[in-house]
């Protein structure tokens, strides 16, 4: 009995490399988004708790020095932030990308295993006609055998 052999299997096989690839790309886009996104929630955590303290040394006597450096450290915080967002969005952009790049690889390695799979079904049907017409043959062979005399005695 023939085997069924995938013409495109090497295809196939370079398909499965890739969306592997790609999966572990887009892994690493999200570990990178959460990544930034954790440093710009701990700026704005820390922002808080600065508005906080401020807050609290208004109540008591402070010098302008002080109340400047507070105002200064609170900018560049809010500076800080700012640039972050911006990380976080570009990370988040990256991320969509290899997102793409996930489905697009996903999408041309289901075209080969549907293609695989059609070609198998081909295959199984013409093993399925070989075996019938093999087993139509055994039957002739042993019809025409049981209904001719036997010679050669």
Do not use: C
């Not at 499965?16 to 790609?22: P, S």
């Not at 302008?64 to 560049?76: A, L, R």
């Not at 809010?78 to 972050?84: D, G, N, S």
């Amino acid at each position: 009995m023939a085997r069924f052999q995938f013409k495109l299997q090497k295809v196939l096989e370079t398909r499965l490399t890739f969306e592997d690839l790609a999966k572990r790309r887009f892994g690493e886009a999200v570990r990178e988004v959460r990544k930034q996104e954790e440093i710009r929630d701990d700026l704005i955590r820390q922002r808080e708790n600065h508005l906080n303290d401020m807050a609290d040394r208004r109540k008591l006597p402070s010098t302008v020095v002080q109340f400047s450096q507070d105002i200064q450290y609170e900018w560049m915080l809010k500076m800080k932030i700012r640039r972050q967002n911006d990380v976080v969005t570009k990370a988040k952009q990256k991320m969509e990308k290899r997102r793409r790049e996930l489905v697009e690889a996903i999408k041309e390695r289901k075209i080969m295993e549907n293609l695989r799979q059609k070609q198998f079904e081909e295959f199984r049907k013409l093993q399925k006609k070989d075996d019938i017409k093999f087993a139509d043959e055994i039957a002739g062979r042993k019809a025409h055998f049981e209904t001719s005399p036997i010679t050669g005695e």
